[in-house]
């Protein structure tokens, strides 16, 4: 605040900490480009960001496959509850999750560039039938996730695994994704 | 316990609710690998005339750190599955289990997909292309409806105690149901 108000106040008296040479445009430009979010570099897109999301992208295909998570039979394993594996599984990372979720809002836990963390809640549709996207979509999708014994995740990690057949699989996936496109404006919501 | 031996669930699961509070922190993202697919489709270099309009937004802005996440997981595949899994063993599942497998013809438990079926021959077949086709397909369309995946309604959603997520959860395991004890014992037996 201190370096700011007499700039406000007094401008007539303030000097500018700039190389002589540099010309006066130059600092309202980067001023600007300060105060104005939509105009700042995406943080997201710098190569030390996208290689941390990479390697903790790998981090997780390597718990997924070493948990068994990617094995089509631990899926349909599950769906018959024959083992206790893959509900502890996911309960316990519902509950770290739900945890630390409870602690960054809390604690009011900012990112690591002190950004505010925010969580936009999921919306109940328009359609007259109470919730259809949630249990229509997710009955359509546990169809999938249990022929295909893989959801998205795991269906990346068995490919970069080599299980190249899978091609097929992430091909089709994207075929469904393009037909919802098509089709959304006519599925109840 | 070598480093080949599969981890346990309690180990495995909170590694994997990690990831939710990892990506908050990181850069305020939501763990979400399905909105990957939608991201891919938005990327494919169709003109926008044959474009659907869900399909078409500034994909590298939301989605560029997901997709760099998503080639970690293959990453992480390649990694473990190829340099710290066993896959010649059989899957250590319960004898119920194995029987009910055997009825539908699947005999060979190595890996981490049945390869009669996940193989490029099995694509050949009938059965084959249903589950990796049509569980491929029915995984893309339902995640977009639903609005989410695993990672996204039970993972992420549920550990910020949505509702809606829990409907969603409830439907991908209604869904799973059905193909697990109505259509396998239909189709591959």
Redo the contacts between chains.
Sequence with gaps: MSSVQPIESTPQVWVPNRPAHAPVECIDTTQAEQTRPGRRPSKDATPLALGLYALLGAYLGLVFTKSQVISWFRIYEMFRFESFHMFGLIGSAVATAAVSVWLIKTFNIKTVHGEPIRLSPKQWGRSSVPGARYWMGGLTFGLGWALLGACPGPLVALLGGGVSVLVAALIAALAGTWAYALLRDRLPH | MTELS??P???????????????????????G??A???H??AALPVPDTHT????RYDW??TG???L???????????????M??DTTLP?A??A??TS??EDLGITD?TG???AQL???Q??ASPAGL??????????????????G???G?????????????L???????????????I?FPLLLS
Excluded: E
Excluded at chain 2, 22 to 30: D, E, P, R, T, Y
Excluded at chain 2, 52 to 55: I, T, V
């Design positions: 599969p981890w669930w309690y180990i495995a699961g909170p590694l994997i609710g990690l990831v939710v509070p990892f990506l908050l922190i990181l850069g305020g993202k939501v763990f690998i399905s990957n697919l939608r891919a489709c659907p309009a869900f399909l590298q802005r560029l750190w997901n760099v996440f998503v080639l970690g997981i293959a990453m992480g595949g390649f990694v473990g599955l190829n710290l899994s899957m599942l319960g119920n289990t009910a497998l438990l981490f997909v049945p996940f193989s490029w099995g694509l249903l589950l990796i086709v049509g569980g491929g397909f029915l995984i893309g369309f339902g995640a977009r409806w639903a609005g995946c695993t990672s309604h039970a993972i992420s959603g549920l550990a910020d105690l949505q509702v809606p997520s409907v969603a959860v409830a439907g991908f395991f209604a869904g799973g149901l059905l193909a697990v004890h259509l």
